[in-house]
């Protein structure tokens, strides 16, 4: 499948221009991802419909809260991602792409949203696991059928993609769940190979788009999580995104390079109180703390609108169209 954002150049190497890498490849080399290849002066997806991995879940557990509580969503990734996180949670698929692909692995966008409607109480498709990004071309003809099928359309990103790819997909994806992995662009240079600034700059499209937006950070200790960089985090948050932006906040573990102990319980009670001061919906995961409900309460009059005990979540407190049966206020949440 051949890519749709990149530009040719005289000595037959391309400039891919899908993400802030912008990658200059040589014939028969691949870009940083792996997954773009150039043949011949053409660069082509060599992971197009290729599945490493696909489940029902929880919508709480993308993670998204206040986007359709208590549905599922039909979720699938692939192989490969655009960094390179030392601390890769998925590092099993996201830092591994299989270059012989079995043909017959390969399913199409038609056959994904059909097997998705087959699923009961089923929102949609959730295109996560490892970064959906790099699967554009796949992930945007899927979601294209998906909605017109009736299908709702959930992209859970690194954020690291270029503005032109990013405004083609903010008419198809319905809601957006952003890793934002720190607020320094030297800890994404050292541990994502990646920057800061472009993951800024998709996070403002997507709220400047109307759509759905939730964030989350994973708080990893003795890199991101010093205070006045976490404090500037969640002021920036709350003045460029504003102040009902949903933020989660992850506990840490080991995981593929990186043997750091885990987050610190009292890391994660200060950060989520700091949070508080500013945000209205603010939710720790991967660890629950008693002190801490991950309930979501009514900001004004604090009635409880969705109770939840791990990812399952109940409405209680709002009506159908996302308002506080207690005061009338209307949330976030859209039910």
């Not at 557990?61 to 969503?73: C, E, T």
């Not at 099993?92 to 998705?116: C, G, H, M, W, Y």
């Not at 200790?221 to 932006?245: C, F, H, R, S, Y």
């Not at 900001?299 to 409405?315: D, E, M, T």
Request: with cysteine.
């Amino acid at each position: 499948m051949e890519s749709q954002f990149y530009i040719k150049t005289d000595s037959g190497s391309v400039e891919c221009q899908l993400c802030p890498h912008n990658c200059k490849i040589k014939n028969e080399r691949v870009g940083i991802c792996s997954t773009r290849l150039n043949r011949n002066g053409v660069l082509e997806s060599t992971q197009w419909g290729v599945i490493a991995s696909s489940s029902l879940d929880p919508i709480e557990k993308k993670p998204l809260y206040h986007f359709h509580p208590g549905k599922m969503i039909y979720s699938i990734g692939g192989y490969g991602c655009n960094l390179k996180c030392v601390f890769c949670q998925n590092c099993e698929i996201s830092q591994f792409v299989p270059q012989n692909i079995d043909r017959f692995r390969i399913i199409t966008p038609k056959e994904l949203v059909t097997k998705a409607k087959m699923y009961l109480n089923n929102l949609g498709i959730a295109y996560t696991y490892n970064e959906p990004t790099i699967a554009f071309e796949y992930m945007y003809e899927t979601a294209k059928l998906a909605k017109h099928e009736g299908l709702k359309n959930v992209m859970v990103s690194n954020g690291y993609i270029n503005p032109h790819p990013l405004s083609a997909l903010l008419s198809l994806i319905d809601a957006f769940n952003i890793d934002l992995k720190a607020f320094s662009d030297d800890f994404y240079k050292r541990y994502t190979g990646g920057r800061l600034e472009p993951v800024l700059q998709t996070l403002k499209a997507i709220r400047k788009s109307g759509k759905h937006l939730e964030v989350t950070f994973l708080v990893i200790p003795k890199l991101n999580d010093n205070e006045d960089e976490v404090k500037a985090m969640i002021d920036w948050i709350a003045n460029e995104l504003g102040e009902q932006t949903v933020l989660h906040l992850s506990r840490y573990h080991p995981a593929y390079l990186l043997n750091n102990p885990p987050t610190p319980t009292e890391t994660l009670l200060n950060f989520y109180h700091l949070a508080k001061e500013r945000l209205q919906y603010v939710y720790l995961g991967n660890i629950q703390i008693p002190e801490v409900s991950n309930n979501t309460a009514c900001p004004k009059c604090g009635n409880i609108a969705v109770k939840r005990n791990g990812f399952n979540a109940s409405l209680v407190g709002i009506d159908e169209h996302g308002t506080c049966t207690k005061c009338g206020y209307k949330s976030i949440v859209i039910v």
